[in-house]
């Protein structure tokens, strides 16, 4: 019947003690009234197979089962816990060298020349303004001293034509100047008295001029102007000789000479009248003569002027080219620093414009990393990100990792040598050496490190689940 233990037949009871190793032999089920029979020993089958009870087999389990179920429990739900809360570090490698934050300074020759000295060898110690390299100069001293004279002289001469176009009589030179070179200055002013001379000369002269015309114009008019008078009175001499001559009180020929000294006077002021204009014309063309002189001499004067100023303007840009190019011939280090690499080692050897001398490794200058991210991860990388820097030698093991942060990402890709692309990323480390211990091992610049740049984190069963997924994604899309 249901809800009722099933008793255990005698084959089933067979069976058990055999599995036990031991045959037992059949009993008689139990009178009424009598007690059960007592229960087998703890290695033995529990209840009473025989009687009306359940019969419940059962073994002890070891101790040790449950210890290790527990612990492979503990451990499942631990990794799960894990793989939820911790993260790991998403990161982009790439290889770099230890450089100066102002970069390698390459210094090159403009116009190039033949290596006379070499006067540094390579990891020397330079101070700014030290000399390197002296090459063979291409302007000799001398040219650069005639230059310089010439351009003593053309000052003085510039000062001299400035005085005469201001109009003024005494030249006044620079002293300090005239008291560098009191020849070139006596000179300058011998010949501004002489020009002077025979400018005020010619004015003088055709002043002259005018005030003799001036002085032929005041005669005629004066002329003229007692010819008139004496007309006058002839005139009236004449009238009184007609009425006397018609009175016969007068002969005739009084009265003919009377108008014949009319006629004179009146021909010769019209003589003056006409000489009058003459000589105000001649005044007018001497005049003219005067604006004349002072005019080509202010021309003249302007000329000379303008060809002296474009001379010392060519002989200027001349002389300072020579002089460039004298201190040029000496190739001196722009910063304290260290001699990186020395491209001429021949004294002798032809330089060619334009061409790389000696690379000086700025002193003092903190060092940075410039390290070539491939281009599959730049949209992964921006300034500010935190970057591991380690030795890309055998030692990283030994020294481990700089911290670092990206401060510059290049806005466009870069080709290496051999044309593969990369973008230019620069990392600031916050230390300038790797350390382990009392070990301490120094950056220098050309040092190949590894750069590991963070750019994000997961969490491990996202690594696990995410494949899952994008499998999945792939697997429910239909094509």
Not at 18 to 23: E, L, Y
Request: with cysteine; net charge negative.
């Amino acid at each position: 019947m249901p809800g009722e233990p099933i008793a255990a037949t005698d084959s089933l009871k067979k069976l058990m003690e055999q599995a036990k190793g031991a045959i037992v032999p059949p009993s008689a089920p139990p009178e009424r009234g009598e007690a059960a029979p007592p229960p087998p020993a703890q290695d033995g089958p529990q209840g009473d197979p025989g009687g009306n009870g359940p019969y419940r087999p059962s073994e002890t389990i070891p101790m040790r089962t449950h210890v290790v179920f527990f612990l492979c429990a503990f451990m499942v739900v631990s990794f799960g816990v894990w793989s939820v809360v911790s993260e790991i570090d998403i990161v982009s490698m790439a290889m770099g060298e230890v450089i100066p934050s102002t970069q390698v300074k390459t210094i090159q020759h403009l116009e190039g020349g033949i290596v006379r000295q070499i006067k540094v060898v390579e990891g020397a110690k330079v101070k700014a303004g030290q000399e390197l390299v002296v090459l063979e100069p291409t302007a000799s001293s001398a040219d650069v001293g005639e230059l310089g004279e010439r351009l003593v002289s053309l000052r003085f001469d510039l000062a001299r034509l400035s005085t005469l176009l201001t109009g003024e009589e005494t030249l006044t030179l620079d002293p300090e100047l005239a008291q560098s070179r009191p020849d070139l200055a006596d000179a300058a002013r011998q010949r501004f008295q002489a020009d002077l001379e025979n400018h005020l000369s010619n004015i003088k002269r055709q002043n002259a001029a005018i005030v003799q015309r001036s002085q032929e114009i005041q005669e005629i008019r004066t002329r003229i102007v007692n010819s008139g008078k004496s007309l006058k009175l002839v005139d009236e001499q004449v009238k009184i000789s007609e009425g006397l001559l018609k009175r016969d009180l007068t002969n005739r020929f009084v009265h003919l000479n009377l108008l014949k000294e009319a006629e004179q006077l009146r021909g010769g002021i019209e003589n003056d009248k006409a000489s009058l204009k003459r000589a105000e014309a001649a005044r007018k063309e001497a005049q003219a003569v005067l604006e004349s002189i002072q005019s080509e001499f202010t021309k003249e004067t302007q000329r000379l002027m303008g060809e002296a100023e474009l001379n010392f303007r060519e002989l200027t840009q001349r002389i300072q080219k020579f002089r460039d190019n004298l201190q040029r011939t000496v190739v001196r280090s722009p910063v304290d620093g260290t001699v990186k690499t020395l491209h001429v080692v021949t004294v002798g050897g032809v330089i060619r414009p334009g061409d790389p001398v000696v690379d000086i490794v700025p002193a003092g200058d903190k060092l940075i990393i410039e390290a070539k991210l491939p281009t599959q991860d730049i949209g992964y990388v921006v300034s500010g990100q935190s970057a591991m820097v380690k030795l890309a030698s055998g030692d990283a093991m030994r020294f481990g990792a700089l911290k670092g942060t990206v401060i510059h990402v290049s806005p466009d890709t870069l080709q290496t040598p051999d044309g593969n692309p990369y973008y230019k990323v620069r990392i600031a480390t916050e230390s300038d050496h790797f350390s382990r211990g009392s070990l301490v091992y120094n950056l220098f610049p050309g040092m190949q490190v590894m750069a590991s740049i963070q750019t994000g984190s997961r969490t491990v069963l996202r690594y696990l689940v995410d494949p899952l997924l994008a499998n999945l994604d792939d697997a429910l899309g239909e094509r």
